[in-house]
């Protein structure tokens, strides 16, 4: 089987006479995190919303696990293996950490409306969400919370609850959407080590405004600016590119 597990080719996102994404291609290869920086504004969430199909692309395609997905409905791409967490939670506050596990590991199969109470009472049922969700919990080292109402712990457990969340519905590709936004040192050091516990096996594209975090996890890092790629390579080369430093880095 391959190693690239997600090839996103000449994505462009136009709003009105704004293209927040203009002719961005993207490789994710398992076992390697790709991480994307960039200003406010310059497309990253965005050009993770083309790929995880909660936007479609003005133009340009995609390809994650051999299918055509560009366009496609974020239920689809979530099946072919694609898992995403969001800037904003996406947590249940008033449930337990092991129900939103549960909710999340169910919603890959999820038909009909949202209705969290009726896919509670149905997840006995389906065979392998328990052990989905243990395996996930561990990953994200929340075993010990797991009996715990979500709306009680604390920020950094909440962030590590949705990298939880997404592991449970078994993805091979993943697109983190800031993980360590509002961190303290303490939380950021172990969602580090979190994000380095779950590389193997998945390819991972990161949005970071950590400077610290990407420079020790990335393997490949992408700068954007104004929709566009301003350069790509090793953190070793980009941090060297003249235009990088005078655009972004301010160094
Ligand atoms: P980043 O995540 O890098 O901060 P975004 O992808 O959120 O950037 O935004 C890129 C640009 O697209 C910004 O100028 C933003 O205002 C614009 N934008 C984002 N989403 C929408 C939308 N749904 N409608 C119109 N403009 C949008
Ligand atoms: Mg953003």
């Given at each position: 089987?391959?190693?690239?597990?997600?090839?996103?080719?000449?994505?462009?996102?136009?709003?009105?006479?704004?293209?927040?994404?203009?002719?961005?291609?993207?490789?994710?290869?398992?076992?390697?995190?790709?991480?994307?920086?960039?200003?406010?504004?310059?497309?990253?969430?965005?050009?993770?919303?083309?790929?995880?199909?909660?936007?479609?692309?003005?133009?340009?395609?995609?390809?994650?696990?051999?299918?055509?997905?560009?366009?496609?409905?974020?239920?689809?791409?979530?099946?072919?293996?694609?898992?995403?967490?969001?800037?904003?939670?996406?947590?249940?506050?008033?449930?337990?950490?092991?129900d939103n596990v549960r909710l999340a590991a169910q919603s890959r199969e999820r038909h009909g409306p949202w209705n969290p109470l009726r896919w509670l009472s149905s997840a006995s049922a389906m065979p392998g969400v328990n052990e989905r969700c243990e395996r996930a919990l561990e990953l994200a080292g929340l075993t010990a919370r797991a009996h715990t109402v979500a709306a009680t712990i604390s920020h950094g457990e909440q962030r590590q609850l949705e990298i939880a969340m997404t592991l449970a519905t078994e993805p091979t590709v993943l697109l983190l959407d800031e993980p360590l936004a509002g961190m303290g040192q303490a939380e950021a050091e172990s969602m580090v080590a979190l994000l380095l516990r779950i590389k193997k096996d998945h390819a991972m594209m990161l949005v970071e405004h950590d400077m610290d975090a990407v420079f020790t996890l990335a393997d490949q890092l992408t700068v954007m600016v104004n929709g566009q790629v301003i350069a790509t390579g090793t953190p070793a080369e980009v941090r060297a590119d003249a235009g990088v430093q005078a655009a972004y880095l301010g160094e």
């Amino acid at each position: 089987m391959s190693d690239l597990l997600l090839s996103a080719q000449h994505l462009t996102k136009r709003f009105g006479g704004l293209a927040a994404v203009n002719d961005v291609s993207v490789d994710l290869f398992r076992d390697r995190i790709h991480a994307v920086i960039g200003p406010n504004g310059a497309g990253k969430s965005t050009l993770t919303n083309l790929l995880s199909g909660d936007l479609p692309p003005t133009i340009g395609q995609i390809t994650l696990n051999g299918a055509h997905t560009a366009g496609k409905k974020p239920e689809t791409i979530s099946r072919l293996g694609l898992g995403r967490s969001y800037q904003k939670t996406n947590i249940f506050l008033p449930f337990t950490v092991w129900d939103n596990v549960r909710l999340a590991a169910q919603s890959r199969e999820r038909h009909g409306p949202w209705n969290p109470l009726r896919w509670l009472s149905s997840a006995s049922a389906m065979p392998g969400v328990n052990e989905r969700c243990e395996r996930a919990l561990e990953l994200a080292g929340l075993t010990a919370r797991a009996h715990t109402v979500a709306a009680t712990i604390s920020h950094g457990e909440q962030r590590q609850l949705e990298i939880a969340m997404t592991l449970a519905t078994e993805p091979t590709v993943l697109l983190l959407d800031e993980p360590l936004a509002g961190m303290g040192q303490a939380e950021a050091e172990s969602m580090v080590a979190l994000l380095l516990r779950i590389k193997k096996d998945h390819a991972m594209m990161l949005v970071e405004h950590d400077m610290d975090a990407v420079f020790t996890l990335a393997d490949q890092l992408t700068v954007m600016v104004n929709g566009q790629v301003i350069a790509t390579g090793t953190p070793a080369e980009v941090r060297a590119d003249a235009g990088v430093q005078a655009a972004y880095l301010g160094e």
